[in-house]
């Protein structure tokens, strides 16, 4: 099998760049510089430059706009939360009694409730995203087609039941999410023994690197200044140092995600060590014939995902080829990052054979793998941060469900520096702590053990046909920090 290997990512591969040599560093002093690139970065800007047309603002991108998971993702503009909600609920309460004059505490809302305004403020962002498009004539390929989680085996069925249950705990209703007979799933997808499913209609399918090409291109046409090939280095009230010089700014965003501990300072959020980079691997196919889509469908373009410990997700390019991904090798031994993003050829063979047992009649060739880096913290959920002495704001740890909620911590990363009590700066993720993640080597096998525990439970379900989620796998989501 021959097939193009990292490169970022084949949506950046196949989509053209603004030709541009990497702007001078300003030598004025910022209203805001915002290191990083990706869409907590371009969002910044993008909303920044709408409530203040006369700011100076600048973009320092160490590689080019996108170049991170924003150019490389699964391309799911989806309804998920980024994080394990009843810990977020938890802490809100906890909040609400030991610092109830506090942002979060003092919003008035439980735990449950503040989740699931967190929730409602995900669905206004996918509206938002793509209004943005429409407005500033952004083609990403958007398309509103839903995602679906499939089940193909009874523990499959039984936790999407669970799913369900705890989507309606926290803000979806009855237009939010509707469960689908096996028929019903069959005439969205035609997926080999699909027993039911998920549908979430609020979700979109869109290109990462139209959206994130798309965007610098808006912002550069709005006079934001964007220095590619420009690595910060450290990061202290009011200066950026870079490898070509320092930047000075009145408020600096720190938005690197993975490539978090690429630099120094005393940043909110980050001291320590709270997130690490864990991959996420991709393949695109060649686009398939008209034959191979009437027999499998998916004419809307849904985002497809399953139900497995070891998951996967999918979608239908506009040009009619399947990218689908999942997580093997997710982890470098401290916390090393993906370079240009080339893939482990066991990893490729994983993701085609998991797309075959899918489909199992179908022909397809692997055209592009890649994998990039998700910012991972210990619990799993995503904090947004500002320090108001030093005037710097961070976001990060979305995990695998950052193409919404990067928008969302945008704004909200606008409003904290705004210095406004507004209902997203209440919202629970601002100032979440998720502790701190493990030296090594205990890291290392602490990764390596919970993706092989839960790949084994998938194969003890599937070979015993469980109806219940196995132990192991609850074992697993506890010693991850991943139970709900
Ligand atoms: C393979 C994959 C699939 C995914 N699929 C989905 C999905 O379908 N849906 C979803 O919701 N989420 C998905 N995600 C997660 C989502 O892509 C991310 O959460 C989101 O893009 C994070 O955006 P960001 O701007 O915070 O970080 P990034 O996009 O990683 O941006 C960080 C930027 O900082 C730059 N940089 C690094 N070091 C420096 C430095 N020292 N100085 C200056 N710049 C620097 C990088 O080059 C990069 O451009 C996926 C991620 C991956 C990797």
Known sequence: MSYFNGEASHWLAASPADDIAPAPLPREKQDLVIVG????????????????????????EARHIGYGASGRNGGWLST?????????????????????????????????ASVS?????????????????????????????????IAQSEVGLSRLRELQAGNEQFGYGPEDMHFLDAE??????????????????????????????????????????ICEATSARHIRKNSVATDRGPV???????????YSDTVGGDLPGLQGRQVIPVFSSM???????????????????????????????????????IALGGRGAPYAYRSGLPGDGEVP????????????SLFPDLEFDVAHAWRGALGVTRDWCAGVFFD???????????????????????????????????????LPWNDHFSGQWEPEPIRWLGIRSMYKIFGFADAWESATGAKKTSLLARFGSRLAGLHE
Not at 45 to 56: I, L, M, N, S, V
Not at 88 to 104: I, M, N
Not at 345 to 356: H, I, K, T, W
């Open 37 to 60: 690139g990706g869409l907590t970065g371009l969002w910044s800007a993008y909303y920044a430059r709408q409530a203040h047309p006369d700011w100076a603002i600048t973009i320092i």
């Open 80 to 112: 998920l939360l980024p994080g394990n909600r009843t810990k977020f609920a938890e802490a809100v309460d906890r909040a609400r009694k030991s610092d109830p004059t506090g942002p979060v505490g003092s919003a008035g809302l439980d735990g449950v």
């Open 117 to 149: 305004a967190f929730q409602a403020a995900l669905f206004d962002s996918i509206d938002e995203v793509l209004d943005v498009c429409t407005v500033e004539g952004i083609d990403a390929h958007q398309v509103r087609g839903g995602h679906i989680d």
């Open 184 to 225: 019903a799933t069959r005439a969205h997808i035609n997926v080999d023994k699909a027993l039911g499913s998920l549908y979430f209609p609020g979700t979109a399918a869109i290109d990462p690197a139209l959206l994130t090409r798309g965007l610098g291109h808006v912002l550069r046409k709005q006079g934001v200044t």
């Open 248 to 258: 000075y700014a009145n408020t600096i965003f720190v938005c690197l995600e993975g």
């Open 283 to 321: 393949i695109a196919t060649e686009p398939l014939p008209a034959e191979a889509w009437a027999s499998i469908g998916w004419e809307g373009r849904e985002c497809l995902g399953d139900t497995a410990h070891t998951f996967v997700y999918a979608q239908r390019t506009a040009d009619d080829r």
């Open 345 to 356: 050829a066991e990893v490729v063979d994983l993701l085609a054979g998991r797309l075959s």
């Open 388 to 426: 108001p002495t030093q005037r710097i704001g961070v976001a990060r740890g979305y995990a695998g469900h950052g193409v919404t909620a990067t928008h969302l911590a945008a704004k909200t990363l606008l409003d904290r520096a705004a210095g406004d009590a507004t209902p997203l700066t209440a």
